[in-house]
Protein backbone atom coordinates (compact mmCIF):
# COMPACT_ATOMS: atom_id res chain seq x y z
CA UNK A 1 0.00 0.00 0.00
CA UNK A 2 1.51 3.66 -1.04
CA UNK A 3 0.88 6.21 0.96
CA UNK A 4 -0.15 9.54 -0.85
CA UNK A 5 -0.18 12.45 -0.17
CA UNK A 6 -2.36 15.38 -2.33
CA UNK A 7 -1.49 18.85 -2.29
CA UNK A 8 -3.98 20.85 -3.57
CA UNK A 9 -7.44 20.76 -2.27
CA UNK A 10 -9.96 22.75 -4.86
CA UNK A 11 -11.78 21.89 -7.91
CA UNK A 12 -9.27 19.48 -9.77
CA UNK A 13 -7.54 17.97 -6.01
CA UNK A 14 -11.24 17.28 -5.30
CA UNK A 15 -11.54 14.96 -8.68
CA UNK A 16 -8.19 13.61 -7.73
CA UNK A 17 -9.20 12.57 -3.90
CA UNK A 18 -12.19 10.91 -5.67
CA UNK A 19 -9.87 8.58 -8.08
CA UNK A 20 -7.68 7.79 -5.40
CA UNK A 21 -9.80 6.56 -3.30
CA UNK A 22 -10.82 4.29 -5.73
CA UNK A 23 -7.72 2.95 -7.05
CA UNK A 24 -6.20 -0.56 -5.08
CA UNK A 25 -3.08 -0.05 -3.20
CA UNK A 26 -3.33 3.47 -2.82
CA UNK A 27 -3.77 5.07 0.54
CA UNK A 28 -4.27 8.58 0.98
CA UNK A 29 -2.24 9.79 4.11
CA UNK A 30 -3.28 13.63 3.68
CA UNK A 31 -4.09 16.78 1.97
CA UNK A 32 -1.88 19.68 2.04
CA UNK A 33 -3.33 23.06 1.62
CA UNK A 34 -3.46 26.44 3.11
CA UNK A 35 -7.08 27.26 2.36
CA UNK A 36 -9.03 23.97 1.03
CA UNK A 37 -11.75 24.69 -1.19
CA UNK A 38 -13.20 20.81 -0.45
CA UNK A 39 -14.81 19.62 2.78
CA UNK A 40 -12.64 16.62 3.92
CA UNK A 41 -13.68 13.35 5.55
CA UNK A 42 -12.99 13.21 9.15
CA UNK A 43 -9.84 11.43 10.34
CA UNK A 44 -8.21 12.93 6.52
CA UNK A 45 -5.06 14.40 8.22
CA UNK A 46 -4.89 18.79 6.64
CA UNK A 47 -1.73 19.98 6.62
CA UNK A 48 -1.30 24.34 5.38
CA UNK A 49 1.78 23.33 3.69
CA UNK A 50 3.76 20.37 1.40
CA UNK A 51 6.88 20.70 3.31
CA UNK A 52 5.41 19.60 6.43
CA UNK A 53 3.36 17.07 5.32
CA UNK A 54 6.07 15.68 3.62
CA UNK A 55 8.25 15.58 6.85
CA UNK A 56 5.54 14.11 8.97
CA UNK A 57 4.64 11.54 6.46
CA UNK A 58 7.20 10.91 3.98
CA UNK A 59 4.77 9.55 0.77
CA UNK A 60 5.65 7.51 -1.66
CA UNK A 61 3.28 9.45 -4.08
CA UNK A 62 2.65 13.17 -4.24
CA UNK A 63 0.14 14.44 -6.56
CA UNK A 64 0.44 18.08 -6.93
CA UNK A 65 -3.09 19.87 -7.87
CA UNK A 66 -1.66 23.56 -7.33
CA UNK A 67 -2.12 26.42 -9.98
CA UNK A 68 1.34 27.39 -11.87
CA UNK A 69 2.46 29.51 -9.39
CA UNK A 70 3.74 26.58 -6.73
CA UNK A 71 2.95 23.63 -8.53
CA UNK A 72 6.63 22.78 -10.07
CA UNK A 73 8.27 24.15 -6.29
CA UNK A 74 5.55 21.60 -4.64
CA UNK A 75 6.53 18.81 -7.38
CA UNK A 76 10.57 19.53 -6.92
CA UNK A 77 10.20 19.44 -3.40
CA UNK A 78 8.07 16.28 -3.31
CA UNK A 79 11.12 14.78 -6.11
CA UNK A 80 13.72 15.66 -3.68
CA UNK A 81 12.55 13.14 -0.75
CA UNK A 82 12.54 10.45 -3.19
CA UNK A 83 8.94 10.00 -3.83
CA UNK A 84 7.40 9.50 -7.47
CA UNK A 85 5.39 12.76 -8.21
CA UNK A 86 2.16 14.11 -10.11
CA UNK A 87 1.71 17.41 -10.98
CA UNK A 88 -1.46 19.13 -13.12
CA UNK A 89 -0.77 20.84 -16.34
CA UNK A 90 0.75 23.51 -17.26
CA UNK A 91 3.45 22.62 -14.55
CA UNK A 92 4.77 26.37 -15.34
CA UNK A 93 4.22 29.03 -18.33
CA UNK A 94 7.96 29.59 -18.77
CA UNK A 95 9.97 26.86 -20.05
CA UNK A 96 12.64 28.41 -18.86
CA UNK A 97 11.87 27.02 -15.34
CA UNK A 98 12.13 23.56 -16.67
CA UNK A 99 15.84 23.15 -17.24
CA UNK A 100 16.96 19.72 -15.46
CA UNK A 101 17.08 18.97 -12.08
CA UNK A 102 18.12 16.54 -9.90
CA UNK A 103 14.85 14.48 -9.19
CA UNK A 104 12.68 15.73 -12.27
CA UNK A 105 13.07 12.11 -13.52
CA UNK A 106 10.53 11.22 -11.11
CA UNK A 107 8.27 14.04 -11.97
CA UNK A 108 5.14 13.11 -14.27
CA UNK A 109 2.85 15.85 -16.22
CA UNK A 110 -0.82 14.92 -15.24
CA UNK A 111 -2.24 13.82 -18.87
CA UNK A 112 -4.70 11.24 -18.13
CA UNK A 113 -6.36 11.35 -21.30
CA UNK A 114 -3.38 9.64 -23.00
CA UNK A 115 -4.27 6.75 -20.98
CA UNK A 116 -7.36 6.23 -23.55
CA UNK A 117 -8.44 3.45 -25.23
CA UNK A 118 -5.22 2.50 -28.23
CA UNK A 119 -2.90 5.33 -27.37
CA UNK A 120 -0.51 3.52 -24.90
CA UNK A 121 0.54 1.52 -28.50
CA UNK A 122 0.07 4.73 -30.30
CA UNK A 123 2.53 6.46 -28.08
CA UNK A 124 4.73 3.18 -27.61
CA UNK A 125 5.36 3.02 -31.52
CA UNK A 126 4.74 5.73 -32.74
CA UNK A 127 3.81 5.79 -37.05
CA UNK A 128 4.88 9.02 -39.66
CA UNK A 129 2.55 11.73 -38.99
CA UNK A 130 2.75 14.14 -41.36
CA UNK A 131 -0.34 16.11 -40.34
CA UNK A 132 -2.08 16.59 -36.65
CA UNK A 133 -5.45 18.59 -36.04
CA UNK A 134 -6.68 19.47 -32.76
CA UNK A 135 -9.98 20.66 -31.96
CA UNK A 136 -11.47 21.95 -28.87
CA UNK A 137 -14.89 23.28 -28.47
CA UNK A 138 -16.38 23.96 -24.79
CA UNK A 139 -18.07 27.16 -22.80
CA UNK A 140 -15.98 28.39 -19.74
CA UNK A 141 -18.32 31.19 -18.07
CA UNK A 142 -17.71 34.09 -15.44
CA UNK A 143 -17.35 32.00 -12.48
CA UNK A 144 -14.77 29.44 -14.09
CA UNK A 145 -12.10 32.90 -14.61
CA UNK A 146 -11.74 33.22 -10.61
CA UNK A 147 -8.13 33.74 -8.84
CA UNK A 148 -5.34 32.91 -10.61
CA UNK A 149 -7.44 31.86 -13.87
CA UNK A 150 -8.20 35.28 -14.45
CA UNK A 151 -5.34 36.25 -15.63
CA UNK A 152 -2.58 34.73 -18.84
CA UNK A 153 0.57 35.54 -16.13
CA UNK A 154 -0.56 33.00 -13.55
CA UNK A 155 -2.83 30.59 -16.04
CA UNK A 156 -1.61 31.17 -19.56
CA UNK A 157 -4.20 30.49 -22.27
CA UNK A 158 -6.57 28.18 -23.67
CA UNK A 159 -3.29 26.24 -25.24
CA UNK A 160 -1.93 25.87 -21.80
CA UNK A 161 -5.05 25.13 -19.99
CA UNK A 162 -7.64 23.31 -22.10
CA UNK A 163 -6.70 22.45 -25.83
CA UNK A 164 -3.03 21.32 -24.27
CA UNK A 165 -4.06 17.10 -23.47
CA UNK A 166 -4.53 17.12 -27.17
CA UNK A 167 -1.26 19.36 -28.17
CA UNK A 168 0.40 17.56 -26.00
CA UNK A 169 -0.39 14.14 -27.90
CA UNK A 170 0.30 15.31 -31.49
CA UNK A 171 3.48 17.02 -30.71
CA UNK A 172 4.75 13.63 -28.74
CA UNK A 173 3.51 11.74 -31.97
CA UNK A 174 5.37 14.22 -33.80
CA UNK A 175 9.02 15.08 -32.74
CA UNK A 176 11.18 18.06 -33.61
CA UNK A 177 11.32 21.90 -33.09
CA UNK A 178 8.79 24.30 -35.04
CA UNK A 179 10.76 24.92 -38.08
CA UNK A 180 9.11 28.07 -38.36
CA UNK A 181 7.47 31.24 -36.54
CA UNK A 182 3.52 29.54 -36.05
CA UNK A 183 0.81 31.62 -38.04
CA UNK A 184 -2.06 32.18 -35.35
CA UNK A 185 -4.65 34.65 -34.28
CA UNK A 186 -6.64 35.22 -30.82
CA UNK A 187 -9.98 36.56 -30.03
CA UNK A 188 -10.77 38.12 -27.24
CA UNK A 189 -13.83 39.80 -26.87
CA UNK A 190 -16.16 38.05 -23.80
CA UNK A 191 -13.78 40.12 -21.22
CA UNK A 192 -14.13 38.39 -18.54
CA UNK A 193 -10.72 37.19 -18.17
CA UNK A 194 -6.91 38.05 -19.86
CA UNK A 195 -6.60 34.52 -21.92
CA UNK A 196 -8.57 34.45 -24.84
CA UNK A 197 -11.85 32.57 -25.99
CA UNK A 198 -10.40 31.37 -29.47
CA UNK A 199 -7.08 30.85 -30.54
CA UNK A 200 -5.79 29.06 -34.17
CA UNK A 201 -3.20 28.38 -35.03
CA UNK A 202 -0.95 26.39 -37.25
CA UNK A 203 2.40 25.11 -36.64
CA UNK A 204 5.02 24.18 -38.98
CA UNK A 205 7.73 20.97 -38.04
CA UNK A 206 10.58 19.82 -40.61
CA UNK A 207 9.71 17.81 -43.52
CA UNK A 208 6.97 19.55 -44.08
CA UNK A 209 4.52 18.66 -41.40
CA UNK A 210 1.98 20.49 -39.49
CA UNK A 211 -0.18 20.54 -36.73
CA UNK A 212 -3.70 22.86 -36.61
CA UNK A 213 -5.34 23.94 -33.70
CA UNK A 214 -8.57 25.09 -33.34
CA UNK A 215 -9.63 25.76 -29.67
CA UNK A 216 -12.38 28.25 -28.54
CA UNK A 217 -14.03 27.85 -25.01
CA UNK A 218 -16.98 30.05 -25.92
CA UNK A 219 -19.52 27.24 -27.86
CA UNK A 220 -22.42 26.59 -27.52
CA UNK A 221 -22.20 23.02 -28.92
CA UNK A 222 -21.20 19.96 -27.46
CA UNK A 223 -17.88 20.03 -25.89
CA UNK A 224 -15.50 18.27 -27.59
CA UNK A 225 -11.69 17.85 -27.28
CA UNK A 226 -10.74 15.72 -30.70
CA UNK A 227 -6.77 15.10 -32.50
CA UNK A 228 -7.14 13.70 -36.45
CA UNK A 229 -3.76 12.66 -37.43
CA UNK A 230 -3.04 11.99 -40.74
CA UNK A 231 -0.24 9.40 -41.73
CA UNK A 232 2.58 9.63 -44.19
CA UNK A 233 0.96 6.63 -46.23
CA UNK A 234 -2.68 8.85 -45.97
CA UNK A 235 -4.35 6.56 -43.61
CA UNK A 236 -6.25 8.71 -40.81
CA UNK A 237 -6.63 8.02 -37.40
CA UNK A 238 -9.00 10.20 -34.95
CA UNK A 239 -9.15 10.15 -31.66
CA UNK A 240 -12.53 11.32 -29.60
CA UNK A 241 -14.14 11.88 -26.87
CA UNK A 242 -15.49 15.09 -24.64
CA UNK A 243 -11.54 14.88 -23.64
CA UNK A 244 -9.58 12.36 -25.82
CA UNK A 245 -10.93 9.66 -23.71
CA UNK A 246 -12.32 7.47 -26.57
CA UNK A 247 -8.89 7.53 -27.84
CA UNK A 248 -8.81 4.98 -30.76
CA UNK A 249 -11.37 3.10 -29.72
CA UNK A 250 -15.73 3.16 -29.38
CA UNK A 251 -16.81 6.65 -28.26
CA UNK A 252 -19.90 4.69 -26.59
CA UNK A 253 -17.20 2.31 -24.64
CA UNK A 254 -14.82 5.09 -23.56
CA UNK A 255 -13.80 5.19 -19.84
CA UNK A 256 -14.89 8.15 -17.79
CA UNK A 257 -12.16 10.51 -16.50
CA UNK A 258 -12.05 8.92 -13.09
CA UNK A 259 -11.38 5.54 -14.78
CA UNK A 260 -8.30 7.38 -16.86
CA UNK A 261 -6.72 8.88 -13.59
CA UNK A 262 -6.96 5.92 -11.93
CA UNK A 263 -5.11 4.03 -14.90
CA UNK A 264 -2.31 6.90 -14.37
CA UNK A 265 -1.94 6.64 -10.64
CA UNK A 266 -1.71 2.65 -11.35
CA UNK A 267 1.21 3.18 -13.96
CA UNK A 268 3.05 5.83 -11.16
CA UNK A 269 2.15 2.80 -8.86
CA UNK A 270 4.48 0.53 -10.84
CA UNK A 271 7.14 3.18 -11.04
CA UNK A 272 7.15 3.32 -7.62
CA UNK A 273 7.56 -0.20 -7.27
CA UNK A 274 10.76 0.04 -9.41
CA UNK A 275 8.91 -1.05 -12.71
CA UNK A 276 9.64 0.49 -16.28
CA UNK A 277 7.70 3.91 -17.17
CA UNK A 278 4.26 3.31 -18.95
CA UNK A 279 4.20 4.63 -22.66
CA UNK A 280 1.79 7.10 -21.98
CA UNK A 281 3.10 8.94 -19.11
CA UNK A 282 4.67 11.85 -19.29
CA UNK A 283 8.06 13.21 -17.98
CA UNK A 284 8.38 16.66 -17.12
CA UNK A 285 11.53 17.05 -18.96
CA UNK A 286 9.50 16.64 -22.07
CA UNK A 287 7.29 19.25 -21.30
CA UNK A 288 9.85 21.73 -21.98
CA UNK A 289 9.19 21.36 -25.87
CA UNK A 290 5.79 21.80 -25.48
CA UNK A 291 5.60 24.70 -23.49
CA UNK A 292 8.38 26.68 -26.26
CA UNK A 293 6.01 25.50 -28.72
CA UNK A 294 2.68 27.22 -27.15
CA UNK A 295 4.78 30.19 -26.61
CA UNK A 296 5.83 30.66 -29.84
CA UNK A 297 1.73 30.57 -30.95
CA UNK A 298 0.84 33.60 -28.24
CA UNK A 299 4.20 35.55 -29.45
CA UNK A 300 3.18 35.54 -33.18
CA UNK A 301 -0.62 35.63 -33.06
CA UNK A 302 -2.61 38.19 -34.48
CA UNK A 303 -4.40 39.53 -31.46
CA UNK A 304 -8.48 40.54 -32.21
CA UNK A 305 -10.22 42.18 -29.57
CA UNK A 306 -13.68 40.95 -31.08
CA UNK A 307 -15.37 39.46 -33.77
CA UNK A 308 -15.38 40.61 -36.93
CA UNK A 309 -19.44 40.26 -37.20
CA UNK A 310 -19.57 41.52 -33.28
CA UNK A 311 -17.39 44.98 -34.70
CA UNK A 312 -19.59 45.64 -37.59
Known amino acids: MLRVLLVGAGEVGAKHLQAL ?13 PHPQLTLERGLPLFAGWR ?20 LTAARDAAATGA ?36 PELLLDPPSIQHARVSLTCRRDRAYYRGWRARFGTAGGILHQQ ?21 ARTEHHRAFADTEDRVTARLSLPGGRTIAVDARVDDDGPPLHHVDLELA ?6 VRGR ?26 TAVAHGGPAHPSLFPLSDL ?25
Open 233 to 238: DGTALA
Open 288 to 312: RRHLEAIHDVYAHAERVLAPAAAAA
Open 163 to 183: AIHGLALALRLMPGNLAAPPV
Open 52 to 71: AALTVLQPQLVIVAAPPSVA
Open 21 to 33: RSTPGLEVAAVAD
Open 243 to 268: NLEAGLGDLAAAPDHQQLRRDLYTAL
Open 84 to 119: VVLVEKPVTLDAADLAALPGDERIYVAFQPHFAPGL
